[in-house]
């Protein structure tokens, strides 16, 4: 049989079985199996931190023994596969697979808006060649700092899609709901910018776990553990969204430091036209065209603070 993985812990995955006879799937004991990697190892996987991630195909055999019980024989074939570098297993970790959108989510407060992070989710779906689109949720909340609007102002300017929404009040949803009919997205971001919340708002009924702000902190506790993948009914296609558990670091992976570059779109087109060409670090090189970039303000100086802290953990 085949399935798609909606979610995995330690070894063990739960795979929904595609399509076929739903009364011969009820005989078997439902359409979700709790399934283990048959022989343990899974060919295609080597190299990454984790075999398998929400969004995959999967063949598998169900456990004639245990009806909800099965084993995972092979992986179909991956594409657009959103990673991070995991630092501890120092290994490439796939967050999700087959996906056709990443959303980056932010606020503008509450946790406050972080640059930093938000840049570094749109380069790695930009690195994995996957769409994306930033959402600016708890639009519903009143203290927006200027600055934080001119930064999402300019993430517009450079051609990304910027969508203010709120799990709260719903505004920008039904937007959101038509954005990702049909498709896999995943929900990215730090904790407590409201990604479940988020799905809540999505999917009625559905009672994801939502937690509350760090009162001292104004963050989130983290409270979704493990990403899963939700169907989103009501659209023509199979839809699905993804949750994620807010990150706290995002090491970009798959890319090289001299590269990133190539992947920053505000940057591009600039590439190898720097006095010292494909060598300048841009940093105070003569005739760097990248910091001529940002002394016209063609460049915001904080997308090149961001710029110059990966390239640095890059190269480190
Ligand atoms: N005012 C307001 N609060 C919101 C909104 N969306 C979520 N929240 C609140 O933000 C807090 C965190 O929401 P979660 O949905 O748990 O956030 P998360 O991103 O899933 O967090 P992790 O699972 O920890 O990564 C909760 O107290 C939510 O009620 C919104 O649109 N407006
Ligand atoms: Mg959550
Ligand atoms: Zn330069």
Same mark, same amino acid.
């Given at each position: 049989m085949k399935g798609l993985v909606l979610r995995g812990s330690r070894n063990i995955f739960t795979v929904r079985s595609d399509g076929g006879d739903p009364s011969a799937l009820s005989a078997l004991g439902?359409?979700?199996?709790?399934?283990?990697?048959k022989g343990k190892v899974l060919k295609g996987v080597d190299g990454y931190y984790n075999p398998l991630a929400p969004g995959d195909q999967v063949r598998f055999e169900v456990d004639p023994l245990h009806s909800q019980k099965g084993l995972i024989l092979g992986l179909e074939e991956r594409t657009r596969i959103l990673t991070r570098f995991n630092r501890k297993g120092q290994a490439p970790q796939i967050l999700a697979a087959n996906v056709d959108l990443v959303c980056c989510v932010t606020t503008t407060s509450a946790p406050p808006f972080r640059p930093r992070f938000l840049d570094r989710a749109i380069?790695?779906?930009?690195?994995? *060649?996957?769409? /994306?689109?930033v959402l600016c949720n708890k639009s519903d909340l009143l203290e927006t700092d200027p600055d934080t609007e001119v930064r999402l102002r300019d993430y517009e300017r450079i *051609?990304?899609? /910027?969508?203010?929404?709120?799990a709260c009040t719903g505004e920008g949803i039904d937007t959101l709901r038509s954005l990702m009919a049909n498709r896999f997205s995943v929900l990215l971001g730090q904790s407590g910018v409201g990604k479940s919340s988020l799905?809540?708002?999505?999917?009625?009924?559905?009672?994801?776990?939502?937690?509350?702000?760090n009162e001292k902190y104004d963050r989130g506790n983290h409270t979704t553990t493990m990403s899963v993948a939700l169907e989103l009914p009501g659209c023509e296609n199979r839809t699905f969204i993804i949750d994620t558990p807010g990150l706290r670091h995002l090491v970009p992976d798959g890319i090289q430091g001299d590269d990133l570059i190539l992947y920053l779109r505000d940057f591009a087109p600039l590439a190898g036209t720097c006095a010292y060409g494909l060598s300048c670090s841009h940093q105070s090189e003569p005739g760097c065209k990248i910091l001529e970039a940002v002394a016209a303000g063609e460049i915001h100086e904080d997308r090149y603070e961001s710029?110059?802290?990966?390239?640095?953990?890059?190269?480190?």
């Open positions: 439902g359409v979700e199996f709790e399934c283990r990697i380069l790695q779906a930009d690195i994995a *060649g996957i769409p /994306v689109v *051609g990304y899609q /910027v969508l203010r929404v709120s799905v809540n708002a999505l999917i009625p009924g559905i009672h994801s776990k939502v937690g509350l702000l710029f110059l802290r990966i390239q640095d953990e890059l190269r480190g």
